[in-house]
Nanobody
Framework: QVQLVESGGGLVQAGGSRRLSCAAS????????MGWFRQAPGEEREFVAV????????YYQTSVKGRFTISRDNAKNTMYLQMNSLKPEDTAVYYC???????????????WGQGTQVTVSS
């Protein structure tokens, strides 16, 4: 079994920055891709960013492109989401996911973390 644990959420003022981490543990697992998704209250879960574990490809949702950066540290089995210039509309529970498909669709991922809350105050 693979476990994904997010951390780094919290309260931040608009315009501020936050870095989320997603640590993977469990059986030997090398995903092809890992992604970040988010879900705001009353909204459906939406794609944020994805990368291949090799690091050669990344893709972002339009609304976060230029503000968020997805990265990974293979040695630590950890993925990151650096979020800059945060806006109130970025407020959501952020989830990391891992799988064997490079995809923006949540259903293509096999493993999910429990989520971490990010709240951006105006």
């Amino acid at each position: 079994q693979v476990q994904l644990v997010e951390s780094g959420g919290g309260l931040v003022q608009a315009g501020g920055s936050r870095r989320l981490s997603c640590a993977a543990s469990g059986r030997t697992f090398v995903p092809y891709a890992m992604g970040w998704f988010r879900q705001a209250p009353g909204e459906e879960r939406e794609f944020v960013a994805v990368l291949t574990w090799s690091g050669d490809s990344t893709y972002y949702q339009t609304s976060v492109k230029g503000r968020f950066t997805i990265s990974r540290d293979n040695a630590k089995n950890t993925m990151y989401l650096q979020m800059n210039s945060l806006k109130p509309e970025d407020t959501a529970v952020y989830y990391c996911a891992a799988g064997t498909t490079y995809s923006i669709r949540g259903r293509d991922y096999d493993y999910w973390g429990q989520g971490t809350q990010v709240t951006v105050s105006s």
